[in-house]
Each structure stands twice: as C-alpha cells, then as structure tokens.
T-cell receptor
Framework: EDQVTQSPEALRLQEGESSSLNCSYTVSGLRGLFWYRQDPGKGPEFLFTLYSAGEEKEKERLKATLTKKESFLHITAPKPEDSATYLCALSDSNYQLIWGAGTKLIIKP | KAGVTQTPRYLIKTRGQQVTLSCSPISGHRSVSWYQQTPGQGLQFLFEYFSETQRNKGNFPGRFSGRQFSNSRSEMNVSTLELGDSALYLC?????????????FGEGSRLTVL
C-alpha cells in the first residue's frame, strides 16, 4: 500500500538553528513528491516538486532533496516566519496525491 | 488574479442535516479537487473533477458527493451529517490534466457538526 510518513510530528527550533524534516514513503510507481506549507487557518501552499532520486530544489531558506525512499526538507537559519506545518505528498501511479500528516515547525525568536 | 474561493468559511450543523459547500477555482483552471482535513487523519482526498466529470474518488461513503459546473465552479454535498464529519474541507484547483502536483488551495470551509 502506498504510504507517506513524516517525522517528527513537531519540531521546535531557535531562530537561526538549522534542521531537517523527513518524509519517508513507499509507493509502487512514484509520479512525483511534493512539499507544501500550511499556515493556521489557511490552505496548503505549494513549495516544491521532486521527480527523481538525487533531485534538489531550493527556495530561500528551504531546500528539498529526494532519495528512493525518503525526502528531506532542510531549513537553514530559520526565522519565526518559517513557523508553519509542512506537508509532504506523493503522486501515485493513478496520479492521486497521498499526503503525510505533516510536521509542525515552531521557530522561537 | 483571484485565488480559489470557498464559501461559506464557517458553518455549524446538527447531526442528520445536510450541507453544501462551494468552490470557485482560479480563472482558467479546469480541475477541482476536494479534501477533508482533520487533526487525526490529516488531508484525505475526497474527489477530483475535470471538465464536469469526476476523474478520481477517494474512500469516502456515498454521503459525500460533488459536482462541477460548466464554468468549473464546484460544489460538494454531505448528507446525513455525523459528528465525525466535523473538519476543514479544502478545495484545490489546477490548470488541467497536468500532473505537476501544484495545487492551489482555498482557505477552506470549517464545518462543525453538533
């Protein structure tokens, strides 16, 4: 069964303290892996798409990487405004998105 | 360019009632998907419509239904509401049949069932 697992469930960091969020997955035919950010009371906002192992994408303080079993979202020198829930999703062989439960990131000033 | 608009934003219903939620996608987007989000289950896919046809459906009971109109606006309906239907219902649109995974979400309709 296709599955997406995100860890940790929550992560508290000091401003400037770099870290990584993990998204591990099992899928029979990966069509793509996606990262989204969700702020409280809002819908998710698209960040990145990764299609093949070894691929990397960057945007400001965020960098997403992909291996055959997992993806990492690296956050470098985060700021309080990076606080949000980060969601990982994969597109399966039927082009349906399967979502992880998310990692709630809190950046303390 | 206006984003995805969902109405109503908040609503309270009682068990047994039915509810209809509305979604206006970004202009030019022909695909609309619906998701249920709860703290325990995360984002659960309900269904996707493309050019007025249901293209995909998640594992929800028949009480959950939807439709899409010729102008790409979509509605979803939940009949015979249960307490467990309390959730944030999110609508997302994308241009068409492409599978970029880049969905544009609305702010959601928060349904509370008492």
């Amino acid at each position: 069964e296709d599955q997406v697992t995100q860890s940790p469930e929550a992560l508290r960091l000091q401003e400037g303290e770099s870290s990584s969020l993990n998204c591990s997955y099992t899928v029979s035919g990966l069509r793509g892996l996606f990262w989204y950010r969700q702020d409280p009371g809002k819908g998710p906002e698209f960040l990145f798409t990764l299609y093949s192992a070894g691929e990397e994408k960057e945007k400001e303080r965020l960098k997403a990487t992909l291996t055959k079993k997992e993806s990492f979202l690296h956050i470098t020198a985060p700021k309080p405004e990076d606080s949000a829930t980060y969601l990982c999703a994969l597109s399966d062989s039927n082009y349906q998105l399967i979502w992880g439960a998310g990692t709630k990131l809190i950046i303390k000033p | 360019k206006a984003g995805v608009t969902q109405t109503p934003r908040y609503l309270i219903k009682t068990r047994g009632q039915q509810v209809t939620l509305s979604c206006s996608p970004i202009s030019g987007h022909r695909s609309v998907s619906w998701y249920q989000q709860t703290p325990g289950q995360g984002l659960q896919f309900l269904f996707e419509y493309f050019s007025e046809t249901q293209r995909n459906k998640g594992n929800f009971p028949g009480r959950f239904s939807g439709r899409q109109f010729s102008n790409s606006r979509s509605e979803m309906n939940v009949s015979t509401l249960e307490l467990g239907d309390s959730a944030l219902y999110l609508c997302a649109s994308r241009p068409g049949g492409s599978d970029t995974g880049e969905l544009f979400f609305g702010e959601g309709s928060r349904l509370t069932v008492l």
